[in-house]
């Protein structure tokens, strides 16, 4: 994994490997088909996190925040000269307080949660198949998912939090003969919701594994999204 840095000797942008990171989890997924319903449910739970001993980075994000910080360019000071002398700062000593917590300029990452990796996530889809007396199929549609909290940038500080997310999406699809007619969100292809019209199951004998990988049945119908 690479990462955004400042070289705290040279006082310039760097782009380096992380070093050895830590990566596993768990993962569930489920379907089915009972008479009309349509039933699609998955779950994770990814642990992350670096593993590079006590190697440091430059907290840019709070660096950012103190000027002297912000536009140094010289690189670290020498032992008794300050900052700002040269454009040189000190990274090695000190931090920025911030809503009573210490932040220092050099961040220790060892052990942190990944960015962009949330613990838990799921989604839980649930359809049912209305047929109608003319041999239309109507069908409502309800998705929910979860993505739990995370981080945006490697620091993992308040700055880079982003909350646990909760979506819930409604959709309508109507079935005439070979029409197909979209609704208000189609989620099928994020969450794995077979996305075949009734009528067309006969010619997907493998209904599940057709719609989740480059569906056939999709290449016979006009699908129209209504926003």
Same mark, same amino acid.
């Given at each position: 994994?690479? /990462? ?13 490997? +992380? ?14 088909? %009972? #008479?009309?319903? %349509? ?23 709070i660096c ?13 000071? *020498? ?11 000190? $990274? ?9 917590k210490f932040? *220092? ?24 198949? /209305?047929? %109608? ?10 998705? $929910?998912? $979860? ?16 909350? +646990? ?6 959709? %309508? ?8 007619g979209g ?5 099928? #292809? ?35 999204? +209504?926003?």
């Open positions: 994994m690479q /990462i955004s840095d400042v070289n705290p000797q040279t006082g310039a942008g760097d782009v380096h490997n +992380a070093g050895a990171t830590s990566i596993y989890g768990l993962e569930f997924t489920g379907a089915a088909n %009972l #008479d009309n319903w %349509l039933v699609n449910a998955t779950a994770s739970y990814t642990k992350s996190k670096f593993n590079i001993g006590g190697q440091g980075i430059v907290n840019t994000e950012a925040l103190y000027m002297p910080c912000n536009s140094a360019v010289g690189g670290q000071c *020498p032992p008794g000269v300050a900052n700002g002398t040269n454009g040189c700062f000190d $990274y090695k000593t000190g931090g920025l307080t911030l809503n009573g932040y *220092p300029w050099i961040e220790q990452i060892n052990g942190l949660q990944l960015p962009n990796s949330p613990k838990f996530q799921t989604s839980v889809v649930v359809g049912y198949a /209305i047929d %109608l007396p003319s041999g239309d199929v109507l069908t409502p549609r309800v998705a $929910y998912s $979860y993505q739990g909290a995370q981080y945006g940038q490697i620091y993992n500080t308040p700055f880079d939090a982003l909350p +646990a997310r909760h979506n819930v999406d409604v959709k %309508l699809s109507y079935v005439h003969q070979q029409w197909y609704s208000i969100r189609d989620q099928s #292809d994020e969450r794995g919701l077979p996305d075949c019209p009734r009528h067309a199951r006969l010619r997907c004998p493998d209904f599940q594994r057709a719609a989740s990988v480059g569906n056939p049945c999709r290449q016979d119908i006009l699908k129209r999204d +209504a926003k």
